[in-house]
């Protein structure tokens, strides 16, 4: 038996990577699942090319979406999600909405990162439309990953970040800007794996340092929420929560209930609209 810690997840396969700094492709035991990059792993030796994930530590935070029928785990351990946008492709601001609930309920840090700021006049307008996240409180990065990364590299510093977001946004050219030799490993963990391609398939975990490490995940086309209660998405949306629990009924949608606090202080330009619409997207 071994320790190690996850460095990839692509479907029921795992890379581990052990104490000495080798890899060991690995897969779980019977149908157990629910391993995700980041992971910290008990394994156990088979050969030389291949091990079987026995038991996995305590996590000291995950990370996961849901569809109406499974559930999807992103990354352990993370300490901050990095969302990804650009001006183009157009980014969707509600999965933007989605992935800070997801960091909230997690209890993780979030840090928005416009990429593509090359492109100028598109990320004017995109940086006026993410000043309201700025103005929650969530940080917001104006960056172009392929001019300078260096921006980047102070809020990197001691986290464990996962970069998510829709696909086309940058984030593996992020990662590529940060470790340029890191093509070569990731070509060689694909084949690792059986797969050739160059999009990102597969959660990949990158050390950037001794205490600073970042996960490459697929794009992000849906962010469900489906293992989320109504109570639990109020409380994800911040600015909200001075206001739970002074809407005249107990049990307030905060969709047209008369005396509702949070529309109230939508009307008296508390709350943002933009944020009050998603939220009864999100938990009509
Ligand atoms: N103009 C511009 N294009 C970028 C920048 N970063 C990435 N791209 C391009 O956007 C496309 C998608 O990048 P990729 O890193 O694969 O996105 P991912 O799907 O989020 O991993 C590629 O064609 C990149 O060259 C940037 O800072 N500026
Ligand atoms: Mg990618
Ligand atoms: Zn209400």
């Not at 038996?1 to 000495?20: N, P, T």
């Not at 970069?163 to 060689?188: C, Y």
Request: aromatic share 6%; hydrophobic share 40%.
């Amino acid at each position: 038996m071994a320790e190690g810690q996850v460095v990839a997840a692509f479907g029921r396969q795992f890379l581990v990577e052990l104490a000495d700094g080798t890899t060991l492709p690995c897969i779980t035991r019977g149908k157990k699942g629910g391993v995700a990059c980041g992971d910290r792993v008990i394994v156990q030796s088979i050969s030389a090319s291949q091990g079987i994930i026995d038991t996995i530590a305590p996590r000291t935070s995950l990370l996961y979406r849901s569809d109406a029928f499974r559930e999807k785990i992103i990354a352990a351990n993370v300490t901050q999600i990095i969302v990804v946008l650009a001006a183009e492709p157009a980014f969707y601001e509600d999965l933007l909405n989605r992935c800070l609930i997801a960091a909230e309920t997690a209890d993780i840090k979030a840090l928005i990162v416009l990429n593509k700021c090359d492109l100028e006049n598109p990320s004017q307008q995109a940086l006026q439309q993410l000043a309201l996240y700025a103005e929650l409180g969530y940080p917001l990065l104006p960056l172009s990953a392929l001019q300078d990364i260096a921006p980047l590299r102070p809020w990197l510093h001691g986290q464990t970040s996962v970069l998510v977001g829709q696909s086309g946004m940058g984030k593996s050219s992020i990662v590529n800007a940060l470790l340029p030799d890191i093509q070569a490993r990731t070509r060689e963990i694909s084949q690792a794996l059986n797969s050739g391609k160059h999009t990102t398939t597969h959660a990949q975990l990158y050390h950037l340092d001794a205490d600073s490490h970042i996960i490459d995940s697929p794009g992000l086309q849906e962010f469900g929420l489906h293992h989320m209660s109504r109570d639990a998405i109020t409380h994800a949306f911040v600015e909200f929560r001075p206001y739970i629990g002074d809407c005249r009924f107990a049990n307030c949608k905060h969709l047209v209930e008369p005396d509702c606090a949070v529309r109230n202080a939508v009307a008296t330009g508390k709350i943002s609209e933009r944020r009050l619409a998603a939220y009864q997207r999100l938990a009509p």
